[in-house]
């Protein structure tokens, strides 16, 4: 008898813990590696560059790590009043958009994002690959890497879900980064520049970031934006600015304003970039 | 109720008693440290070479978008008595060769199941002009079974400096170079299977024995054959997996070599 009663506590702890999405109980389910997900970007659809008058000033803002599991009108209420106040031309989300990578939680997402009104440029985060979460994903938003440009500046988007680039889509993001631009940003949800203590979700190999770090730098990237880390950080390693981007439940900086004003890019109250 | 020390007494008696329930794991030698101290003397216990392990071999390695190329390694071990091991080891990679890691260590194993070592090590990551300097602490817990298998618990710190620009000579923090503390872990299973034979299978964030990172995850197989007590040969086949959440997704790595370990008693 004793042992039923052990089996049925089991079994209701493993299937309460199932249940609840925020819990990510089916995290160490394996998705796509980072290849075979960049291999897929063909049969994907494709983003086209947002409607925006490079001759002028132009804003975008950035969020990261809404994990989205419920839906949250108050958080994108705030960003609708920053899109009203600062003339916000499109949105870019860096990644861990969904709590567990479920169907519910990326169509709750896109719903709140279209209620928005302008566009959005996603990135693919570590939680948004969770239960086989790339299938989803993939019929929800799209590709995974991509890039456009709007004037001379140049916007590429990468897919470091894995925590890795990967070889094939080291070299894709070296031919983007080889081309004659004013500005290059990029966008992905791992910095290869880690918190002091590092995590268990940290960028696994040293030597790829040290290999991301020399290409920015041969490359005069402006900027690599990333999110993930739950904090804010910028740093400037050999002429890149490495901004980490806070999450979006946190109060200070978890939605930061980019400006591109000709070959100037600012973001937060006067901090300007130029390479 | 009065409970002062107590709990105190409790721990030291659980301690106690797990000590010499681990200690007459190994019925057949008396506690290095007692053995040192009270039959040999503390200077046979500071300094008795016992022998030393030099392990020369070749490999190849892959990791996808980082590194195909492959390697020669050099370990030396020299136990210098029953508390003291010391070694170095050296390895050098591409076919145009320089080196990528030179590391020391020391460890001493004050009870028969404990080895607290000290590894530092230097990382040379030329061809991004980049270097790693890691200095790394961790305690090992060894549970054998019997002379049949010897299951192993190893945890530590690495402290890593990386030096981003190796030709600047800033010393900006964060900017010029950066500190981070890495957790290590590993986890070893060694089995005798047979009297010259033992495989070793390894499980954690280290390879070759330094750590990569926190969100590093490795498979290593290590087969040792030796010929007599004096040569051998080993063979390590190693399959690495690293991602978000820990398996979501993996780093496809893999890694093999082969080479020759001698033994001089």
């Known amino acids: 008898m004793p042992h039923i009663i052990k089996f049925i506590s089991a079994l209701l702890t493993i299937l309460t813990l199932s249940a609840c999405e925020y819990l990510d109980g089916g995290s160490i389910l394996v ?7 960049f291999d897929d970007r063909n049969n994907r659809t494709n983003f ?8 002028k000033p132009y804003n975008f803002a950035v969020i990261s790590d809404t994990h989205y599991y419920k839906t949250n009108p108050e958080y994108f209420r705030k960003i609708s009043e920053k899109v009203s106040e600062n003339k916000i031309s499109f949105i870019i989300l860096l ?6 990578g479920t169907a519910a939680q990326f169509r709750m997402v896109k719903d709140d994002l279209n209620n928005l009104n302008i566009p959005y440029y996603p990135v693919i985060g570590n939680h948004d690959i969770y239960n086989n979460g790339y299938d989803n994903y993939k019929r929800v938003f799209g590709r995974t890497v991509y890039s456009f440009d709007i004037g001379g500046t140049r916007f590429i988007f990468t897919d470091t879900a894995n925590g890795l680039l990967g070889g094939g889509q080291k070299d894709w993001l070296t031919k983007r980064l080889k081309a004659h631009m004013r500005i290059k940003l990029v966008f992905t949800h791992y910095s290869p520049i880690d918190d002091d203590l590092q995590s268990f979700t940290a960028t696994p190999e040293p030597e790829e970031s040290a290999s991301v770090i020399a290409l920015n730098d041969k490359y005069d ?4 934006i990333s999110g993930h880390l739950h904090n804010y950080r910028e740093r400037t390693v050999r002429g890149t ?5 806070n999450d979006t439940a946190s109060l200070d900086n978890s939605i930061v304003i980019f400006t591109i004003d000709g070959s100037k890019v600012s973001y937060k109250d006067g901090t300007f970039l130029i390479r | 109720m009065k409970t ?3 709990f105190l007494r409790i721990f030291l008696f659980i301690f106690l008693v797990t000590i010499c329930g681990m200690q007459n794991l190994y019925p057949t030698d008396a506690s290095p440290l007692m053995k040192g101290r009270i039959e040999l003397g503390l200077n046979r216990f500071l300094f008795s070479p016992h022998y030393i392990t030099t392990s020369t071999g070749i490999g190849y390695e892959y990791i996808d978008g980082v590194r195909r190329t492959v390697f020669f390694e050099n370990d030396n071990n020299f136990k210098l008595s029953e508390l003291i091991t010391t070694g170095w080891r050296l390895k050098i990679i591409g076919l145009s060769p320089y080196v990528d890691s030179v590391s020391h260590r020391i460890s001493i194993t004050p009870l028969k199941f404990i080895d607290i070592s000290l590894t530092n090590s230097f990382t040379n990551y030329a061809r991004y002009d980049m270097l790693l300097f890691d200095t790394y602490w961790s305690i090992a817990l060894k549970v054998p079974v019997k002379n049949v298998s010897i299951t192993g618990f190893n945890a530590g710190f690495c402290h890593r400096v990386t030096d981003y620009d190796i030709y600047g000579n800033g010393t900006v923090y964060g900017t010029d170079y950066k500190w981070d503390h890495i957790f ?7 089995f005798n299977i047979a009297d010259k034979d033992a495989i070793t299978i390894r499980i954690g964030n280290r390879r070759d024995g330094l750590p990569v990172s926190t969100g590093y995850f490795e498979v290593s197989f290590e087969n040792v054959y030796m010929v007599n007590k004096y ?3 080993y063979c390590i086949i190693a399959h690495s997996f690293a991602g978000a959440g820990s398996l979501a997704g993996y780093h496809d790595g893999l890694r093999w070599s082969i080479g020759v370990v001698c033994r001089i008693l």
């Open chain 1, 31 to 37: 998705s796509l590696p980072v290849n075979e997900r």
């Open chain 1, 48 to 55: 086209s560059a947002p409607v925006v008058d490079a001759s």
């Open chain 1, 95 to 100: 990644g861990d958009i969904t709590q567990a």
């Open chain 1, 221 to 224: 990237t402006d900027c690599y």
């Open chain 1, 241 to 245: 600015r490495y901004l980490i981007v």
């Open chain 2, 4 to 6: 002062d020390g107590v």
């Open chain 2, 184 to 190: 290590v872990y590993e986890i070893t299973q060694t």
């Open chain 2, 231 to 233: 040569a051998g040969l």
